[in-house]
């Protein structure tokens, strides 16, 4: 009998016994390609010797030290390797142990910032539908996916949410993309004029938008929209690129490939591949110097902030990724996995939409390509497409409630950024024998 409180308390996951590149072996000896990366986080595989080689020469130095009473040098150095690779102005980095907990740092610290320029009523976010942003109560606040919210949403504080910019379902027929990101980014002009701009501390999205929408992409034009009408109100521009940056997408920064940036990035889940647990937000010099000429003092913390070994590891992995100039072979690997996925899937009759940057990529499924009309949610086909591909040697990350929390599903790909073309064709065949399975099951 297992004593760990697993996320479902009715299945005990396969115990693994070892990673190696994309590949992930139990203790039965099955093996398993990670198309996912877990959850989009294993950017460079697994046992990567480069990086256990960091860690265990910080594990030799020292593994942990209070960052209320020391710096180290790994948390020095992966602070000044993001900030002259980050977009102009960003050139501060506040580092912290994961995705949500970048997320709560950033919206405090939007808050603190304002506090400081003598602002004390800006204290509401504004998030689309359908983000995930962290299941902490601040991110779970600002994210929109409804389902998730739901059962905490009498603790959460007060976000406001507009509409996500999601072509393949919002789009009207005839209507130039141009003209889309330009009436979908006007949400947010007419939210801020609903609410008071200064009473709005800022804007909270990500770029390309992962598990709840399956890398749904921006339409052009709609970002330089979304920047132009923050500036023009005075409120910040928070980028959520946990799950999207970092190489993922074929840019590090993943705002990049939309000619913005934002005045908060938050970043976790390529920054240490996995191989420790870290994250970090990276802040424009306005922010920072406003707290350090006012109070002088980040009102947050937690232990584990700049943990030594976690910025060691994150190092190593950006190092490698620089190195090796993977972010290059994302967009190169990326666009033969989406032309893979178009030659298996784009005739299939449930299949409606293969989307993404790099080596983000998701399927939406649907029971008419014609009415785009979904699967009944109990059918539960996200469940049993894992089911059916854990079963054949494959991770992906299918997802249900897709349009509303409820309705709809989704596959999530995401392969290191080392994956091979006879990876991405094993890749293709395992999903197609999966979804196969799942749909003619039950």
């Not at 320029?117 to 991110?139: D, E, K, M, V």
């Not at 606040?141 to 009498?154: E, H, M």
């Not at 990049?256 to 424009?284: F, N, W």
């Not at 980040?298 to 972010?327: K, S």
């Amino acid at each position: 009998m297992s004593h760990v409180f697993h996320r479902h308390t009715r299945a005990i996951p396969p115990v693994v016994a070892r990673g190696e590149g994309a590949y992930i072996t139990d203790r039965n000896g099955k093996q398993y390609l990670d198309a996912s990366g877990g959850a989009a986080v294993s950017c460079l595989g697994h046992n990567h010797p480069d990086v256990l080689q960091a860690i265990k020469n910080q594990l030799d130095a020292i593994p942990f030290a209070h960052t209320g009473f020391f710096t180290s040098d790994p948390l020095e150095e992966l602070a000044t390797h993001l900030s002259e690779r980050a977009p102009v102005d960003l050139g501060k980095v506040y580092v912290v142990s994961g995705g949500s907990e970048a997320m709560e740092a950033a919206l405090k610290m939007g808050r603190q910032y304002f506090l400081e320029l003598g602002q004390p009523s800006r204290q509401i976010y504004i998030g689309r539908r359908q983000s995930y942003h962290g299941n902490t109560l601040g991110a779970l606040a600002t994210g929109g996916n409804l389902w998730r919210r739901r059962p905490y949403a009498p603790l959460l504080i007060e976000s406001h949410h507009i509409a996500p910019c999601y072509a393949y379902r919002d789009r009207q027929p005839g209507e130039p993309e141009q003209a889309y990101s330009y009436r979908v980014a006007e949400e947010l002009e007419e939210k801020i004029l609903e609410l008071g701009a200064q009473n709005v501390i800022g804007f909270v999205a990500e770029p390309v938008v992962g598990a709840t929408l399956g890398a749904v992409p921006p339409t052009p034009g709609y970002f330089q929209r979304i920047r132009e009408i923050c500036d023009r109100h005075g409120i910040l521009l928070i980028l959520d690129e946990v799950m999207c940056g970092m190489g993922r997408t074929g840019s590090l920064f993943a705002c990049e490939q939309d000619g913005i940036t934002g005045d908060l990035i938050t970043i976790a889940k390529g920054l240490g591949g996995g191989y420790q647990p870290v994250g970090a937000v990276v802040v424009d010099q306005k922010i920072y110097q406003a707290i350090h000429d006012g109070t002088g003092f980040f009102q947050h913390g937690h232990t584990y902030l700049g943990h030594a070994t976690a910025c060691a590891a994150a190092l190593a992995v950006q190092q490698v990724i620089e190195r090796d100039n993977l972010v290059k072979r994302v967009r190169e690997m990326g666009a033969i996995l989406e032309q893979s996925l178009v030659t298996r899937f784009a005739d299939h009759p449930h299949v409606g939409d293969i989307r993404g940057r790099g080596l983000f990529i998701g399927l939406e499924f649907v029971k008419d390509r014609t009415s785009k009309s979904t699967f009944d949610p109990e059918f539960e086909l996200h469940r049993r497409l894992k089911e059916a591909a854990m079963d054949n040697g494959l991770i992906c990350y299918p997802m249900g409630g897709t349009i509303d929390g409820k309705r709809g599903s989704h596959v999530l790909l995401a392969p290191p950024y080392t994956v091979s073309q006879d990876q991405i064709g094993e890749l293709v065949n395992k999903l197609a024998i999966a979804l196969d399975i799942a749909l003619n099951t039950g």
